[in-house]
């Protein structure tokens, strides 16, 4: 059974702050490990996402680091923003199943 | 370019109705799923589609049926509503899994009283 366990469930930084979600997961299969951010009233979207291959993706502000032997991606946040407080989610994806299971989420706050 | 479209997207039902939930996609996507969105519990796959008359069951299926006659639609229809299935749904597709990640529609807030 595919297991995806989220961290924190939620957390609140300051502007400039770097907020780090992380992402654990079982399935050894997976080689597709992308972050949704999603805002209230809103259907998730894709932010970022990175492939086994590498060990760390940069897209502006965010930062995907990938460590392969843990079973674990984290997102990263740079100089966050109070337009980056949204709920984030990992959705790693591959082998044989065509289903794809979230995280529980992190809801993420930035305080002016 | 629409993206995934979903309607209605508020609805109150009462126990025991039957609706249909409508998911549109116009970028010839052969991926498609349903999912719910309850607090707390982040999105639960409902059912999901590979392609055109192939759907499968997610990990929440039970009161929900899904067909696939064409690429472009993907109806959810509750059978016999209930309290329990009060929830935001959310459809998605994709071009190929793994590889460009997923479009979500708005949602469809249901109330179930």
């Known amino acids: 059974q595919q297991q995806v366990k989220q961290s924190p469930q939620s957390l609140i930084v300051q502007k400039g702050g770097i907020p780090i979600i992380n992402c654990a997961y079982e399935?050894?299969?997976?080689?597709?490990f992308p972050w949704y951010q999603q805002f209230p009233g809103k259907g998730p979207a894709l932010l970022i996402a990175?492939?086994?291959?590498?060990s760390e993706k940069k897209e502006g502000r965010f930062t995907i680091s990938f460590n392969k032997s843990a079973k674990q991606f984290s997102l990263h946040i740079m100089d966050s923003q109070p337009g980056d407080s949204a709920t984030y989610f990992c959705a790693p994806e591959g082998g044989a199943t065509n289903k794809l299971i979230f995280g529980t989420g992190t809801l993420l706050a930035v305080q002016p | 370019n629409a993206g995934v479209t979903q309607t209605p997207k508020f609805q109150v039902l009462k126990t025991g109705q039957s609706m249909t939930l409508q998911c549109a996609q116009d970028m010839n996507h052969e991926y498609m799923s349903w999912y719910r969105q309850d607090p707390g519990m982040g999105l639960r796959l409902i059912h999901y589609?590979?392609?055109?008359?192939?759907?499968d069951q997610g990990e929440v299926p039970n009161g929900y049926n899904v067909s696939r006659s064409t690429t472009e639609d993907f109806p959810l229809r509750l059978l016999s509503a209930a309290p329990s299935q009060t929830s935001v749904y959310f459809c998605a597709s994709t071009l190929r899994p793994g590889v460009y990640g997923y479009t979500f529609g708005s949602g469809t807030r249901l109330t179930v009283v």
């Open positions: 399935n050894t299969a997976f080689d597709y």
């Open positions: 990175i492939r086994p291959d590498v």
């Open positions: 589609s590979v392609g055109a008359g192939i759907t």
